[in-house]
């Protein structure tokens, strides 16, 4: 069955895969929840790379769109998370203001 | 179906293109400049994807679809980089804020100890400069009087957490710093709540001390508190009569207060409070003190007159 799958999309797989294990467990480890867009992004991605496999196999058409209905939100999910690091920057100069 | 994967194609490359203005635009100084170049070499990346995928479904030319899948997944570790150095910026910072945090408490702690040691000092220097003639137990007693004004005021202080004082609470625990049983039927206090903020009630707890002080040498004396609160400045009034008919014990100062406190009075309510006194006498009201001060802050270069 595998060797219906180019070799570059079983390479895309497993480290999406691989990754977003990683990203699981690292990410669960970081303090507060400003991290679940991207672990979300993570997550879609891995998602994408296994329908681009399962495409060569169950109704590639289906498969095609959900693939790119991921990536999109994998994207917004990156947007989102890119908005909040801007958003949440504090303020240094405040921090820097001496309390009187 | 092909039009539905164009525009998810054009929408996941709109939003990624959202992505890297964000990221360019994220102060640096918040992600740290590695963390950043991480991030945006990512969506570099994810960016390259998302052109690919418009190319391939909306031109048919799959121009960029074989490095497709090596280019979204190599996106992934540079994320989870980023994640883990900006992870690793914060913490730096946290912990550079709260030791800059402790050194500027303890800064702050040694300018108050310093504070109230001067303070203590003046009061020793100023009770030594009084006029009358006085014992050593006498000027102890006086000394430890003020000292426990002082301490008094840093308790209400201190509960208060920074909070504005209720000034009548103020007044009745300046009552309550003299051992006298008596004193709270011969002071009456009148007024509306007021609000003090902690550097006014700091500054009038030892005029009240002052006023109040006579009262528990001079048995005979009455006192009437009042104050009331006009456009933003506090008018508080002392009143003192004689309760007695007959008073020899006073001479020429029918409030009992030396001279020394009076010009401790008028020192605090100048430096302190920025207001203005007031000190008259007649037969109809007695020996009456007016004390007028802004409730809000104004510039030190701003004389009192001008703030009414």
């Keep these: ?100 | 179906m092909t039009m539905v994967v164009v525009i998810l194609s054009a929408l996941t490359l709109v939003l990624v293109l959202f992505s890297m203005v964000e990221a360019l635009r994220t102060p640096p100084q918040t992600t740290g400049v590695p963390a950043r170049v991480l991030l945006i070499l990512a969506i570099m990346m994810l960016l390259v994807v998302a052109v690919g995928n418009l190319l391939e479904h909306g031109a048919d030319n799959p121009l960029l679809d074989a490095f497709e899948g090596y280019t979204a997944a190599m996106a992934m570790p540079m994320l989870l980089f980023f994640a883990l150095v900006l992870r690793m910026h914060r913490e730096i910072r946290r912990a550079q804020r709260a030791a800059m945090r402790e050194r500027r408490l303890r800064d702050e702690l040694d300018h108050r100890v310093r504070n109230n040691l001067a303070a203590v000092l003046g009061l020793i220097d100023l009770t030594r400069r009084s006029d009358e003639p006085q014992s050593v137990a006498s000027f102890a007693q006086l000394i430890r009087s003020r000292v426990l004004t002082l301490s008094t005021t840093h308790e209400i202080l201190s509960a208060c957490r920074g909070r504005p004082v209720d000034l009548r609470h103020l007044c009745e625990q300046m009552l309550a710093t003299f051992a006298s049983n008596d004193l709270l039927e011969r002071v009456r206090v009148n007024g509306p709540a007021v609000q003090l903020e902690t550097h006014l009630a700091a500054g009038l707890a030892l005029p009240l001390h002052e006023l109040i002080q006579p009262l528990t040498a001079a048995r005979e004396l009455q006192a009437h508190l009042t104050w009331q609160q006009t456009n933003g400045v506090l008018e508080l009034s002392w009143r003192v009569r004689n309760g007695q008919s007959s008073n020899s014990s006073l001479g020429d100062r029918p409030s009992g207060i030396s001279a020394t406190s009076e010009e401790m009075i008028r020192g605090f309510v100048k430096h302190e409070l920025h207001g203005r006194l007031a000190i008259s006498q007649s037969p109809l009201d007695g020996w009456k003190c007016e004390i007028a001060f802004p409730l809000v802050e104004f510039s030190d270069s701003l004389p009192y007159d001008e703030r009414l």
Excluded: K, Y
Aim: net charge negative; charged share 20%; proline share 4%.
């Design chain 1, 1 to 100: 069955m595998l060797e219906r799958v180019a070799e570059d999309e079983l390479v895309g797989l497993a480290l999406a895969i691989v990754f977003t294990i990683v990203a699981a467990l690292l990410i669960a480890r970081l303090r507060g929840r400003e991290w679940w867009p991207l672990l979300g992004a993570f997550a879609l991605t891995m998602v994408g790379r296994i329908l681009t496999v399962a495409e060569d196999f169950v109704q590639p058409a289906l498969c095609n769109l959900l693939e790119h209905a991921a990536a999109t939100c994998a994207a917004a999910l990156l947007a989102l998370f890119c908005w909040r690091l801007r958003r949440a920057s504090p303020d240094d100069s405040a921090a820097e203001r001496r309390p009187s």
